[in-house]
């Protein structure tokens, strides 16, 4: 039609009207049930449950300690790979870090499928259950450290390495005192791509346990599953979004830092 002319607004409002219906909304639904009874009746009883109850206490540190341990292999994993990734020169570094992106164009659930074929050959699944899920958690979340901690090596200036070698530093004292700082950003983005989903994956942590490690996530699951209790699984779920909140301000704080830190070398 000719004359018809949109601005920026009225581009924005079928992005608001999603965010509303499928954000907004079911993030409302949710406080509601958690601070209701069954009946509709307001009541904190549903905070005070979770917080005496031994169960649901010991699968959130259940959590949020598999997704520190997860966090921490990818990390000790990736930062390596990452870094001889972004030193090598030859047309071979595509295809390296081709195949460490290739996995991530697979279903996930396929790929926990596979490594748990793979734990049962070698005849750990089933024994280590704990183990086998932090084994799942690392193996699917491992490229989502690397590819962060890639793209912020490879954007390092070289001349600031060279600086510090024509100043007599070692590779190991460069490495310590430029390399690593400069890739704080690369490591904050990581830990954040990597400890929020592994502590409520619970699809992983019930193929890889057969259903014998729950985490918070399953917990929720369960609640407004089988359990039928949606006042519950609200309430878990809202304590979630708070850590998650509370992580992402703390890694967005350090995030700044780390970028101030930057532009004063």
């Known amino acids: 039609m000719k004359g018809l002319r949109f601005s920026r607004k009225d581009l924005c409002i079928p992005y608001g009207v999603f965010l509303v219906l499928f954000v907004v909304f079911p ?17 904190l009883e549903n905070f005070i449950w979770f917080f005496t109850d031994g169960t649901s206490l010991k699968n959130l540190f259940y959590s949020i300690g598999i997704g520190l341990i997860t966090t921490l292999f990818c990390l000790l994993i990736g930062y390596p790979v990452a870094f ?41 699944f089933g024994k280590y259950n704990y ?31 060279e600086a510090a070698c024509d100043l007599g530093a070692n590779s190991i004292k460069v490495f310590l005192s430029v390399t690593l700082p400069l890739s704080t950003s690369g490591i904050i983005s990581g830990i954040t791509m990597v400890f929020l989903p592994s502590m409520s994956c619970y699809v992983i942590s019930d193929t890889f346990s057969n259903g014998k490690v ?17 006042n519950f699984g609200s309430v ?30």
């Open 27 to 43: 993030l409302l639904l949710v406080v509601y049930y958690a601070f209701t009874s069954k009946t509709g009746q307001f009541t």
């Open 84 to 124: 001889i990734l972004s030193k090598i020169k030859s047309a071979k570094k595509s295809i390296l870090l081709l195949l460490f992106i290739m996995p991530m164009w697979i279903n996930f659930v396929l790929r926990a499928m596979a490594m748990k074929e793979i734990l049962t050959l070698v005849g750990l």
């Open 131 to 161: 183990l086998n899920t932090i084994i799942g958690m690392v193996y699917d979340y491992l490229p989502f450290m690397i590819l962060p901690l890639y793209s912020v090596l490879i954007k390092i200036d070289k001349s600031y390495e």
């Open 214 to 230: 729950t985490i918070i996530g399953k917990l929720i699951e369960t609640w407004f599953g089988p359990g039928d209790n949606w």
């Open 236 to 265: 878990i779920a809202l304590i979630m979004l708070v850590i998650m909140f509370v992580t992402t301000l703390i890694t967005d704080g350090l995030s700044k830092r780390t970028k101030t830190r930057e532009e004063e070398l």
